[in-house]
């Protein structure tokens, strides 16, 4: 059996796409998108005229140059446009693969505007291209989608006659003859007699398939339409259908509808319907008419074969090209970006380098006014600590003993050599006390005189009571410590003597200095009580730890020993 050649469905998606595209081409252009307007009126000019005079592969490459240069968020309609006549480009020349996959990218582009009466469109074109791929559920399925979306009834109307078409394909003709007959009966169907016509045809075919006598008047009547409209593709059907209504008892008569059929498809130059007329052909005509039908059919179906290939590998090359500049241009577009992120991010880096250097100038700045806030305030304190001390001294060490020497003075003969000489022994002690309190207190000399100043201020130490023992100390190249070291160190020393005297109650110190490749030392030890733990906050070893760490040192307490005081200075060279 030969299947029957359907034209409807395809009729159908090309009188979608016409209404489209006269929508489309009346909407106004986008504001601020000159680009994309001037590519869509450069190319949908030549695309529309090469595709209205069947030159499809022209047609198809402006059509995809629309598509490939428009701008995906304003132009979507255009592209989407674009996309189904490509799709019906690929319909055209067998290629429903291709065709399939055109109008699924169309899907992605649609916009609010236009969505339904675009996806109408693609989901019919869809359900064509499965019914060419037998895939008849599918087509069902998206014939369907489309009725549902439909906006007018005549719309409505020729895509449930596709519907009908796929049952008819299917052989199902008990479900299209229902459908096909409340479409020959609607109001569309009498006031549009093309649509009129094609259910006709289709169901005067289904009553033929089931043998039922009314099929002859509807195929009948579906001729006399499509030759009062001079509707070629609908002719060819009707003398197609009715070739084979004929074929079983009229032979002759079957053999001349098929040559009209044939006529009429040469005559367009459809070369599928040619191709089914001379299938026909091939099956109604005698045999010595058959070998030069077949010959025809098979010189015929190998060049439709090789166009068809020849127009898929064609339509495949234009995506690819056109996708490749595309991509190509993207890769510019890209590249020029990242070199416009890295000069943004160049400036970035120097104002961020800037700022820090900002910062940092900012910060020293604002440590140099502390630090030397800081030093000003320690220099008042330790001024102020000083005149505490030094008055402490005088009230502690000399006020009651120059107040008992005034005291003597005043109740005491002082014409009497004995009392005299124990006035004068007072005054001088008052003296050596005053001297050692100036001495204290005094500047230091940090120069080639400090070792013997230093050696002088230890040695004061020394009585009766106590001996006071210094070790190596020529052995330090005083020249090489630093002015403020030797201050500290000096003080550091008296204060630690000091504190000795007051509290120790040992007999001798020792004082052991040291130099060595990375600091200066020195060890102190006595054979005192030892010290408290913890320190006493009014105790001068404390004075002794803030004096070691202005200069950057440390002082270690040795506190393992039982008895007396093990001390470690140790000062940066």
């Not at 399939?100 to 064509?128: D, H, M, P, R, W």
């Not at 289709?202 to 043998?211: A, R, S, T």
């Not at 074969?305 to 996708?323: E, G, L, P, R, W």
């Amino acid at each position: 059996m030969i299947l029957q050649r359907v034209h409807f469905p395809f009729f159908m998606s090309l009188l979608l796409l016409g209404t489209f595209f006269f929508s489309c081409t009346r909407s106004e252009p986008s504001i601020n998108k000159a680009t994309s307007e001037t590519a869509y009126h450069q190319y949908i000019t030549p695309a529309e005229d090469f595709y209205a005079k069947g030159v499809y592969d022209s047609a198809y490459y402006y059509y995809n140059q629309i598509r490939t240069k428009s701008d995906a968020k304003t132009d979507g309609d255009k592209i989407v446009y674009s996309l189904l006549k490509m799709a019906a480009i690929q319909q055209t020349q067998g290629d429903y693969v291709g065709s399939e996959a055109t109008a699924t990218e169309a899907l992605s582009y649609f916009q609010k505007s236009t969505e339904g009466q675009y996806k109408v469109a693609i989901y019919n074109t869809l359900g064509i291209n499965y019914q060419h791929l037998f895939d008849y559920a599918n087509a069902i399925r998206y014939y369907q989608k489309a009725s549902a979306l439909a906006d007018t009834p005549l719309q409505k109307a020729v895509i449930q006659n596709n519907i009908a078409v796929v049952y008819l394909e299917q052989q199902h003709y008990k479900q299209a003859i229902p459908l096909l007959t409340v479409l020959s009966q609607s109001p569309i169907a009498l006031n549009n007699l093309e649509h009129q016509a094609r259910v006709l045809d289709n169901l005067g075919y289904c009553y033929f398939k089931i043998q039922d006598s009314r099929s002859s008047a509807y195929l009948k009547k579906a001729l006399a339409i499509h030759q009062q409209l001079q509707f070629d593709y609908g002719l060819i059907t009707s003398y197609s259908n009715l070739a084979k209504y004929y074929q079983k008892n009229q032979p002759q008569l079957a053999f001349s509808y098929a040559q009209q059929s044939y006529a009429k498809a040469t005559a367009i130059q459809s070369t599928d319907d040619r191709l089914s007329a001379l299938a026909l052909l091939m099956e109604v005509s005698s045999p010595s008419q058959l070998r030069n039908y077949t010959k025809r059919y098979l010189q015929l179906n190998d060049s439709i074969s090789k166009v068809k290939q020849i127009a898929k590998n064609q339509f495949a090359k234009i995506k690819y090209d056109a996708t490749q500049e595309r991509n190509e241009n993207l890769q510019l577009k890209a590249e020029k970006a990242e070199n416009a992120l890295a000069l943004a991010q160049q400036r970035f880096n120097n104002y961020l380098l800037f700022f820090i250097l900002l910062l940092v100038l900012i910060a020293v700045v604002l440590l140099y006014f502390y630090l030397k806030n800081k030093s000003k305030k320690e220099k008042q304190a330790a001024i102020y600590e000083s005149e505490t001390r030094i008055a402490k001294k005088l009230h502690d060490e000399l006020a009651n003993d120059v107040y008992q020497t005034i005291a003597f003075a005043e109740t005491q003969d002082l014409h009497n050599p004995i009392q005299k000489e124990t006035l004068l022994d007072n005054l001088d002690k008052i003296y050596t006390r005053t001297r050692n309190i100036s001495r204290e207190n005094s500047a230091i000399g940090t120069g080639a005189s400090y070792e013997m100043a230093l050696k002088e201020m230890l040695s004061g130490f020394s009585s009766s009571r106590v001996q006071v023992i210094v070790k190596d100390i020529s052995t330090v190249p005083w020249d090489k410590i630093a002015e403020e070291q030797k201050i500290a160190l000096y003080r550091v020393l008296q204060e630690l003597l000091v504190n000795m005297k007051k509290h120790s109650q040992g007999s001798f110190v020792v004082l052991r200095f040291e130099m060595n490749a990375k600091a200066f030392l020195v060890h102190y030890s006595d054979n005192g009580i030892g010290m408290p733990h913890p320190i006493p906050s009014k105790n001068g070893l404390h004075n002794v730890e803030n004096r070691i760490r202005t200069i950057g040192g440390s002082i270690i307490f040795d506190t393992s020993s039982s008895k007396g005081l093990k001390i470690q200075l140790t000062f940066p060279k």
